[in-house]
């Protein structure tokens, strides 16, 4: 079975600075990984999304994430934040070619508050 | 392009009353469906998927139950709330491909 590890539950920054969350995953066949945002009381926005290829992937808001199949992880980075980046990050994985229904497996959440 | 309603947004129930949240999806036919449970702390929580009129698969034995009636619309229901019932419920869609589309969710509070 698949599951995924975020490592920080809460992950306070101030404004401008660079940030990374954390995301480890177990899984003894290939997976897709994800990143998705939630902003307060609304559902989750797709970030980015690693299926194949590169292994450094680029995502909306200025995100990117870089899968390392070694290390199993795939870490979530912005250079420079902004407070209105304040949300709660999903880290989720699924199983390559498996079909969809339900594939998708989330890890706890890491709340980010940007300062100013 | 494609859009996933929920409705009701916000709920306040008391222990032991039913409970009934409505998924619509625009824009797309015969959609993959999902309900997704948020409690704190707990991350998302797969509850149901629907891959047909009809056809329900259950992740997590619980008071809840999920029917698909129409090809694009997705319930989730319970004939008696419990406390533990308390979170954010999601429901969620997928074309077939490995991307998963959410809905705005439904904030459940049990008293």
């Known amino acids: 079975a698949q599951s995924v590890t975020q490592l920080d539950s809460q992950v306070p920054v101030f404004e401008e600075a660079p940030v990374e969350l954390r995301c480890n995953y177990s899984s003894s066949v290939s997976v897709y990984l994800f990143w998705y945002v939630q902003y307060p009381n609304q559902g989750l926005q797709l970030l980015l999304k690693?299926?194949?290829?590169?292994?450094l992937v680029k995502g909306i808001n200025g995100f990117e994430a870089e899968f390392n199949k070694s290390q199993t992880s795939f870490h979530l980075r912005k250079p420079s934040v902004h407070i209105s980046d304040t949300a709660e990050y999903f880290c989720a994985v699924s199983v390559a070619g498996r079909g969809s229904q339900g594939n998708l497996i989330f890890g706890k959440g890491t709340k980010l508050s940007v300062k100013p | 392009s494609q859009t996933i309603h929920q409705w009701p947004a916000t709920l306040v129930q008391p222990v032991g009353s039913p409970l009934s949240l409505e998924c619509t999806v625009e824009g797309t036919s015969n959609p993959n469906l999902y309900w997704y449970r948020q409690a704190a702390g707990r991350g998302l929580q797969l509850l149901f998927y629907s891959v047909g009129i009809g056809q329900i698969s259950s992740e997590v034995p619980q008071n809840l139950s999920a029917s698909r009636p129409q090809d694009r619309q997705f319930i989730l229901s319970s004939k008696k709330l419990l406390l533990s019932d308390s979170g954010f419920y999601l429901c969620a869609w997928d074309p077939g491909s490995p991307e998963w589309y959410f809905g705005p969710g439904t904030r459940l509070t049990v008293l």
């Open positions: 690693y299926l194949s290829g590169s292994t």
